[in-house]
C-alpha cells in the first residue's frame, strides 16, 4: 500500500495512506525541528509535489527516486510556522490531494516575549513615524505644541474598546448627575390657555378677543382659553447637544470595534469548525491556543455590546436630537460660559476634552494573529525598527509612501505594501531613502519608474529591504542615487545565517538606472538572533559608532542579529548599522570625486 510519511531523524512522526478520501491525522512538532517526507511504494510514473500550508516545498528540496521510495531531504521545513499547519501530498500532474496531514507546530525561535515585543515595537515605531509626518497640521487641534508624547496612542480595535470602557465608567456617573438637573432655556412656544391677570397680549389675540366683542380685561375675567406665546424650558440646548453628539461618537467607534471583534471570533469559530476534534491531539492544540483566545473574544464582545446600551440609553434620557460634530466643534463648545461654570457639566467637559486629546490620532492595525506569517511580522519589525534606527542618529523622517492609509478623520490604518518607502534628511543635505520590498526589473523595464535594476534574472528581484542614499545635484531639488545597501531580514537560527548570506549574496549586483555601475555596497542579513553587527570579511572592522575599517571601493556582506526580545541591545546595533551606511557612503563618494579628478 502506497503511504505518505513524514519522519524526522530515524522517528516517524506519521503515515498516511495515499487515496483521494482519507482522514487527517495530527502531529505534534517544534517549529525548527528537521522534518522530511517520503512515499512509499509509490506507482510507477507517478510523480508527487509536497506543499506546506499554501506554499509549495521549495526547488531546492527536489524528490529523489529511490526505486521503493521517494524521498525529501529533511529540513526546517516549518520555519515560521505557528499553530495548526495543513501539510498536503499532491498529484504532481493534476493538483489532486492525495494525502493530508496537520502540523501542530509550537514556535520555537522566537519567545512568546520576543513576539509580543515585534508588536508592540511596531506599533509604537510606526505612530512616531506617522506624528512626524502630520503632528503640525493634526495636533494643532489640540492646541498643543507638537511632540512625540502628544497624547498619540497606537491602538488596535480591542484596545481601544478596552479605553473607551475605562472612560464610560468614569464619564457615565456624571452624565446621571447632569440628568437629575439637566441644563434647560426658556424659548417661547404657543399653547391654548387662560390668559393671567397683567399679561401683556400680543396685538393678534387682541384682535381675536374684539372680534368676540370682548376687551383684554374682560377676556382674563372670563377665563377665555386662547392660544398664545408660552416660555416653557427646554432641554434642546447646545451643552446638552454636544454631550449627546459626544457619546455618539463614542457609540459609532465601539461599534466598529466590536463588528471587527466578532468578525475574528467567527473566523477563529468557523477555523475550528473546520478542523474537526476526533483527533486528541488536534483537540488538545486547539483546547490550549484557540479556546482561550474565543473565550476572551466573546469576553470583549459581550462587554462592548453592553456599552453600546448603556450609551443608547443615556442618548435617549437626554431627549436631544443627535448630531454630528467634528473635533474642532467639540473644542469650541467646552469653553462655553454653562460649561465652566456648573460644577457637573464642568466635569464632563474636562473628561471629554481630555478623551479627545488622547485620541486625536489613532493608529490600527489588524488584530488577527495567523493574518501574516511570521517570516513577515519579522521582515516588517526590521524595516520600523531601522526607520527607529534612523531617527535615533539624528536624521528626519520627511515623506512617506503607502505607509499610512487614512481609513477616516484621525484615523490610520499601518500597514507595508511591496515598494512602500520613506524618506529621512540628514543634516548634510543628503537623503535616505527606507525601501520595503522593492520590486527590482531588468533594465528596459525599470528605465523610467525606478532608480536601480539588475541583468542577472528574467524575474523580478525583492528582497525585503534596500536604504538608498540620495545627493543633491546642481538643482537642489534633483537628487541622484549615489549609494545602496541591502538589508534581508531572515527569521531564522544562528547556524543557518551564512548560508543564507551566500543566497542573497547576488544583490551586490544591483545597478543604479542614471550610470549602470553596481551601486549595492553593503549586503546584509537581518536575522533574529543575539544583536550583533558581523561583516563577514574579518578583516572590517565596525565600530558601535558606525566607524567602518573598510577601502571605500569594497563591497561589504554580513549578518546584523536583531533580537525582539533584546531592545536593550538590538537598538545600538542597528543605530551601529545606520552609521556605518552612513559613513561608508560619504568615503565612497569622496573616492569616486577623487578618481574622476584625477581622470580629468
Same mark, same amino acid.
Given at each position: 500500500?502506497?503511504?505518505?510519511?513524514?519522519?524526522?531523524?530515524? #522517528?516517524?512522526?506519521?503515515?498516511?495512506?495515499?487515496?483521494?478520501?482519507?482522514? =487527517?491525522?495530527?502531529?505534534?512538532?517544534?517549529?525548527?525541528?528537521?522534518?522530511?517526507?517520503?512515499?512509499?511504494?509509490?506507482? $510507477?510514473?507517478? $510523480?508527487?509535489?509536497?506543499?506546506?500550508?499554501?506554499?509549495? @516545498?521549495?526547488?531546492?528540496?527536489?524528490?529523489?527516486?529511490?526505486?521503493?521510495?521517494?524521498?525529501?531531504?529533511?529540513?526546517?521545513?516549518? #520555519?515560521?510556522?505557528?499553530?495548526?499547519?495543513?501539510?498536503?501530498?499532491?498529484?504532481?500532474?493534476?493538483?489532486?490531494?492525495?494525502?493530508?496531514?496537520?502540523?501542530?507546530?509550537?514556535? #520555537?525561535?522566537?519567545?512568546?516575549?520576543?513576539?509580543?515585543?515585534?508588536?508592540?515595537? %511596531?506599533?509604537?515605531?510606526?505612530?512616531?513615524?506617522?506624528?512626524?509626518?502630520?503632528?503640525?497640521?493634526?495636533?494643532?487641534?489640540?492646541?498643543?505644541?507638537?511632540?512625540?508624547?502628544?497624547?498619540?496612542?497606537?491602538?488596535?480595535?480591542?484596545? $481601544?474598546?478596552?479605553?473607551?470602557?475605562?472612560?464610560?465608567?468614569?464619564?457615565?456617573?456624571?452624565?446621571?448627575?447632569?440628568?437629575?438637573?439637566?441644563?434647560?432655556?426658556?424659548?417661547?412656544?404657543?399653547?391654548?390657555?387662560?390668559?393671567?391677570?397683567?399679561?401683556?397680549?400680543?396685538?393678534?389675540?387682541?384682535?381675536?378677543?374684539?372680534?368676540?366683542?370682548?376687551?383684554?380685561?374682560?377676556?382674563?375675567?372670563?377665563?377665555?382659553?386662547?392660544? @398664545?406665546? *408660552?416660555?416653557?424650558?427646554?432641554?434642546?440646548?447646545?451643552?446638552?447637544?454636544?454631550?449627546?453628539?459626544?457619546?455618539?461618537?463614542?457609540?459609532?467607534?465601539?461599534?466598529?470595534?466590536?463588528?471587527?471583534?466578532?468578525?475574528?471570533?467567527? %473566523?477563529?469559530?468557523?477555523?475550528?469548525?473546520?478542523?474537526?476534534?476526533?483527533?486528541?491531539?488536534?483537540?488538545?492544540?486547539?483546547?490550549?491556543?484557540?479556546?482561550?483566545? !474565543?473565550?476572551?473574544?466573546?469576553?470583549?464582545?459581550?462587554?462592548?455590546?453592553?456599552?453600546?446600551?448603556?450609551?443608547?440609553?443615556?442618548?435617549?434620557?437626554?431627549?436631544?436630537?443627535?448630531?454630528? %460634530?467634528?473635533?474642532?466643534?467639540?473644542?469650541?463648545?467646552?469653553?462655553?460660559?454653562?460649561?465652566?461654570?456648573?460644577?457637573?457639566?464642568?466635569?464632563?467637559?474636562?473628561?471629554?476634552?481630555?478623551?479627545?486629546?488622547?485620541?486625536?490620532?489613532?493608529?490600527?492595525?489588524?488584530?488577527?494573529?495567523?493574518?501574516?506569517?511570521?517570516?513577515?511580522?519579522?521582515?516588517?519589525?526590521?524595516?520600523?525598527?531601522?526607520?527607529?534606527?534612523?531617527?535615533?542618529?539624528?536624521?528626519?523622517? !520627511?515623506?512617506?509612501?503607502?505607509?499610512?492609509?487614512?481609513?477616516?478623520?484621525?484615523?490610520?490604518?499601518?500597514?507595508?505594501?511591496?515598494?512602500?518607502?520613506?524618506?529621512?534628511?540628514?543634516?548634510?543635505?543628503?537623503?535616505?531613502?527606507?525601501?520595503?520590498? +522593492?520590486?527590482?526589473?531588468?533594465?528596459?523595464?525599470?528605465?523610467?519608474?525606478?532608480?536601480?535594476?539588475?541583468?542577472?534574472?528574467?524575474?523580478?528581484?525583492?528582497?525585503?529591504?534596500?536604504? $538608498?542614499?540620495?545627493? +543633491?545635484?546642481?538643482?537642489?531639488?534633483?537628487?541622484?542615487?549615489?549609494?545602496?545597501?541591502?538589508?534581508?531580514?531572515?527569521? *531564522?537560527?544562528?547556524?543557518?545565517?551564512?548560508?543564507?548570506?551566500?543566497?542573497?549574496?547576488?544583490?551586490?549586483? !544591483?545597478?543604479?538606472?542614471?550610470?549602470?555601475?553596481?551601486?549595492?555596497?553593503?549586503?546584509?542579513?537581518?536575522?533574529?538572533?543575539?544583536? #550583533?553587527?558581523? +561583516?563577514?570579511?574579518?578583516?572590517?572592522?565596525?565600530?558601535?559608532?558606525?566607524?567602518?575599517?573598510?577601502?571605500?571601493?569594497?563591497?561589504? @556582506?554580513?549578518?546584523?542579529?536583531?533580537?525582539?526580545?533584546?531592545?536593550?541591545?538590538?537598538?545600538? =546595533?542597528?543605530?551601529?548599522?545606520?552609521?556605518?551606511? @552612513?559613513?561608508?557612503?560619504?568615503?565612497?563618494?569622496?573616492?569616486?570625486?577623487?578618481?574622476?579628478?584625477?581622470?580629468?
Amino acid at each position: 500500500m502506497t503511504q505518505f510519511v513524514i519522519f524526522s531523524g530515524r #522517528s516517524t512522526l506519521l503515515k498516511v495512506p495515499v487515496g483521494k478520501s482519507q482522514a =487527517t491525522p495530527s502531529f505534534e512538532v517544534q517549529e525548527t525541528m528537521p522534518i522530511g517526507f517520503r512515499v512509499d511504494d509509490p506507482s $510507477e510514473d507517478q $510523480e508527487f509535489k509536497i506543499s506546506i500550508g499554501d506554499v509549495p @516545498l521549495g526547488d531546492d528540496v527536489p524528490a529523489e527516486d529511490f526505486g521503493d521510495t521517494i524521498r525529501w531531504r529533511a529540513g526546517q521545513h516549518l #520555519s515560521g510556522a505557528s499553530g495548526v499547519t495543513h501539510i498536503s501530498l499532491r498529484d504532481a500532474a493534476t493538483g489532486d490531494v492525495l494525502a493530508r496531514s496537520l502540523a501542530l507546530v509550537e514556535p #520555537s525561535k522566537l519567545s512568546a516575549r520576543a513576539y509580543d515585543a515585534m508588536f508592540a515595537d %511596531m506599533r509604537r515605531i510606526s505612530v512616531e513615524l506617522l506624528l512626524d509626518l502630520i503632528s503640525k497640521s493634526r495636533l494643532a487641534l489640540a492646541q498643543r505644541p507638537s511632540s512625540r508624547s502628544g497624547g498619540v496612542q497606537p491602538l488596535t480595535a480591542r484596545l $481601544e474598546l478596552s479605553q473607551i470602557r475605562q472612560f464610560w465608567s468614569r464619564l457615565s456617573p456624571i452624565l446621571a448627575d447632569i440628568l437629575e438637573d439637566p441644563h434647560m432655556e426658556l424659548r417661547q412656544r404657543r399653547s391654548i390657555r387662560r390668559p393671567r391677570p397683567g399679561e401683556r397680549l400680543m396685538p393678534d389675540v387682541l384682535r381675536r378677543f374684539a372680534q368676540r366683542g370682548l376687551g383684554a380685561r374682560e377676556a382674563v375675567r372670563t377665563g377665555a382659553l386662547v392660544e @398664545l406665546p *408660552t416660555a416653557m424650558p427646554d432641554r434642546n440646548t447646545r451643552e446638552n447637544s454636544v454631550i449627546v453628539a459626544f457619546m455618539d461618537m463614542l457609540w459609532r467607534r465601539v461599534d466598529r470595534s466590536l463588528k471587527r471583534a466578532r468578525a475574528e471570533r467567527e %473566523m477563529r469559530v468557523a477555523r475550528q469548525r473546520s478542523f474537526g476534534l476526533d483527533d486528541a491531539a488536534l483537540a488538545r492544540f486547539i483546547q490550549l491556543r484557540e479556546e482561550p483566545k !474565543i473565550a476572551r473574544l466573546q469576553e470583549i464582545i459581550d462587554a462592548g455590546e453592553g456599552i453600546v446600551t448603556e450609551i443608547r440609553r443615556a442618548m435617549r434620557s437626554f431627549a436631544v436630537p443627535v448630531t454630528r %460634530m467634528s473635533r474642532q466643534d467639540f473644542l469650541g463648545t467646552f469653553n462655553s460660559p454653562y460649561f465652566r461654570s456648573h460644577r457637573h457639566y464642568a466635569r464632563a467637559a474636562r473628561l471629554m476634552h481630555a478623551f479627545l486629546d488622547t485620541t486625536a490620532v489613532v493608529v490600527e492595525q489588524g488584530d488577527a494573529e495567523g493574518a501574516k506569517s511570521i517570516e513577515t511580522i519579522f521582515e516588517q519589525w526590521v524595516f520600523f525598527q531601522i526607520s527607529a534606527a534612523f531617527q535615533a542618529v539624528g536624521l528626519s523622517c !520627511i515623506s512617506h509612501n503607502s505607509i499610512f492609509e487614512p481609513i477616516a478623520r484621525d484615523r490610520f490604518s499601518v500597514d507595508l505594501d511591496r515598494n512602500a518607502a520613506i524618506d529621512f534628511a540628514a543634516k548634510d543635505g543628503r537623503i535616505l531613502r527606507l525601501r520595503y520590498e +522593492p520590486t527590482i526589473l531588468r533594465l528596459q523595464a525599470a528605465q523610467g519608474i525606478d532608480s536601480i535594476y539588475q541583468e542577472q534574472s528574467s524575474w523580478a528581484w525583492t528582497p525585503d529591504i534596500v536604504v $538608498e542614499v540620495l545627493v +543633491p545635484g546642481r538643482d537642489p531639488r534633483d537628487y541622484r542615487l549615489a549609494y545602496a545597501a541591502v538589508i534581508d531580514a531572515k527569521y *531564522t537560527t544562528a547556524g543557518n545565517v551564512w548560508d543564507r548570506l551566500e543566497k542573497i549574496e547576488k544583490y551586490r549586483e !544591483i545597478r543604479s538606472v542614471d550610470t549602470g555601475n553596481q551601486i549595492a555596497r553593503q549586503v546584509w542579513v537581518a536575522a533574529s538572533i543575539e544583536a #550583533s553587527l558581523q +561583516p563577514r570579511d574579518k578583516a572590517v572592522a565596525w565600530s558601535s559608532g558606525g566607524e567602518v575599517s573598510a577601502d571605500p571601493g569594497d563591497v561589504i @556582506l554580513g549578518v546584523v542579529g536583531a533580537d525582539p526580545a533584546d531592545p536593550d541591545r538590538t537598538g545600538p =546595533t542597528l543605530r551601529a548599522l545606520v552609521l556605518g551606511i @552612513l559613513n561608508h557612503a560619504e568615503a565612497y563618494a569622496l573616492s569616486n570625486r577623487s578618481t574622476a579628478a584625477q581622470r580629468a
